[in-house]
């Protein structure tokens, strides 16, 4: 018998060695399990992308205004941080895209929830709302921008308004769908202990569909963060959106290319976030 | 303490589009306060559904099931109910299981007398008091989903006790469990019957567990689903003595284990029209 020796663990976290969970395996073309993270290969895709940057902001392959250089980047992002954009500073740019969102998803989630739940445990209200719900679902939240500047301007109410229905329907469908994912075995346990009407929607349906609601939060926050973007792109004079659509009028392509990367990163940090925060908050999700 | 009376119960089930299905027919029992009941049957010949309109849940086409003298129209805390066997619900089949996974072992326990308005000493002392019947006081504060398949049956039985119910329906109660783990809490079922004195039905697709935990077995047949045979048994009453294992090696015991294998056997070649192969 001859002896496996075990790799390094860099090796194993860079995943160009098996890991001790792959290692045992002999069969891995199409067992998806035993593909590992392939980080080294992940960092050599990074290094080119930043690489060929360089080569070609330095080479001159690419004019600045089409794509700037990294010292541009650094020295517009040192103003950035110093005197901000437009006499408002960057935090606050960013500031005021996510204060929308979460104000968006907030009212979104204090009426779709009910809503939801109403729609998952009544006949009355879910042939009520049913038909308005399948309608306006399919409708992407930025189609109903040009009504919404009609009906109320470009003032902050207009934002919060588009992003409130973006997160009504998303909040409503999970709400239902975390009512029918109850087990009736549950509820049925529940009266026989004896419990009302109101203790089962409390104390059973409502804990069971959260983890429903919880993914529903998140899916929001995710559509709600690209809704603000496009409006503030549309019509705002400040928000990241309305930062990239104002520096492109001025040619200054460096704080483009920053804006977008700050409406990446805060998108990612948003998921992440709302991932933890389920762990935190929903120990029981799938263990039923 | 209160009897049971299921009279001429039959159930039919409307299928949209489909056949009917005739789940039970023309089924009655009678229980006695105390009695520990075993059902067994092949799937399909009604089980859950009988235990269901036991427990209220569902109302028979006809006939009706009484508690004492009143009429069954919905569930209560009078009838406990413990379920692990495999229900089919919108045409998907799902193991049951009706613990609370968001609540810990001890608010399981602490929420029928919750519902009912117990003063909060009094839960607490119910609470403790069922932990140790079943054996899980260590385990108070645990989550249930951290608990073992075993484990988590131990918190539903001391829950169904917690309300002091006149009658426990159980529904495969252990039918998830591996064969030791059930053997175990076999034991456990014969330890709360003995303990509480309470009325018992429990079904089971076991042979070997319906003859231990009965004092009578109801074998039922399908289509339509009825009561097929009844029998005495003694071994519920010797299991308060002796361990399951050493019950289920009594010659006699193996005697009537195969006399009713037997017999579900040709029940099974008969109606459900298949003969197998000879050897
Ligand atoms: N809600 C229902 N609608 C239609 N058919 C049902 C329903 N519930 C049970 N049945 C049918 O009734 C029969 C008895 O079911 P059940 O009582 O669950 O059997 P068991 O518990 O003995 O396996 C089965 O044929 C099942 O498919
Ligand atoms: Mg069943």
Known sequence: ?288 | MKSLHIKDVTMTFNVPGGEDVHALEHVSLDLKPGELVSVLGPSGCGKSTLLNIIAGFLSPTAGEVTLEDERITGPSSERAVVVNGPSAERGMVFQQGALFEWMTVEKNIAFGPKMAGKPKAEIAATVERLLSVVGLEDFAKKSVYELSGGMQQRVALARCLANDPEVILMDEPLGALDALTREKMQGLVLKLWKETGKTIILITHSVEEALLLGERLIVMAPRPGRIEKEFHLPFAELGLEKTPREVKGMPEFVENRDKILTMIWEMEEDIMGYKEPAA
């Open chain 1, 1 to 288: 018998m001859s002896e496996k020796k075990n790799p390094s663990n860099l090796a194993v976290w860079l995943g160009i060695a098996d890991n001790s969970f792959t290692r045992q395996k002999t069969v891995k073309f199409g067992d998806a399990s035993a593909v590992n993270s392939g980080r080294a290969y992940g960092l050599i895709t990074i290094f080119a992308v930043f690489l060929l940057w360089w080569l070609a902001t330095s080479l001159e392959w690419i004019k600045p205004i089409y794509w700037p250089s990294f010292s541009a980047v650094g020295t517009r992002l040192e103003i950035l941080l110093s005197e901000g954009f437009r006499n408002i500073t960057l935090w606050d740019h960013i500031g005021i895209s996510v204060y929308r969102v979460l104000s968006g998803v907030f009212y979104g989630a204090i009426i779709g929830i009910p809503l939801g739940l109403a729609m998952g445990l009544s006949s009355v209200a879910r042939g009520m709302f049913d038909p308005l719900v399948e309608f306006i679902r399919p409708i992407p939240p930025l189609a109903l921008i040009p009504l919404i500047i009609l009906w109320f301007g470009i003032d902050e109410f207009a934002k919060i308004f588009l992003l409130f229905l973006a997160s009504l329907f998303i909040m409503t469908i999970s709400a239902r769908a975390g009512v029918s994912s109850v087990r009736i075995s549950k509820v049925h346990a529940a009266y026989s202990l004896g419990a009302t009407k109101f203790q089962v929607l409390r104390l059973v349906i409502l804990p069971n569909a959260l983890p429903e609601i919880f993914t529903g939060l998140r899916t929001s926050m995710g559509v709600c963060w690209g809704t603000v973007v496009a409006a503030e792109l549309v019509a705002a004079d400040r928000g990241v959106g309305s930062m990239i659509m104002i520096a492109k009028n001025f040619l200054q392509t460096d704080t483009v290319v920053i804006g977008i990367f700050i409406i990446g990163i805060i998108g990612f940090s948003i998921e992440i976030l709302m991932r933890l925060l389920e762990k935190k908050l929903i120990p029981w999700r799938g263990k039923g």
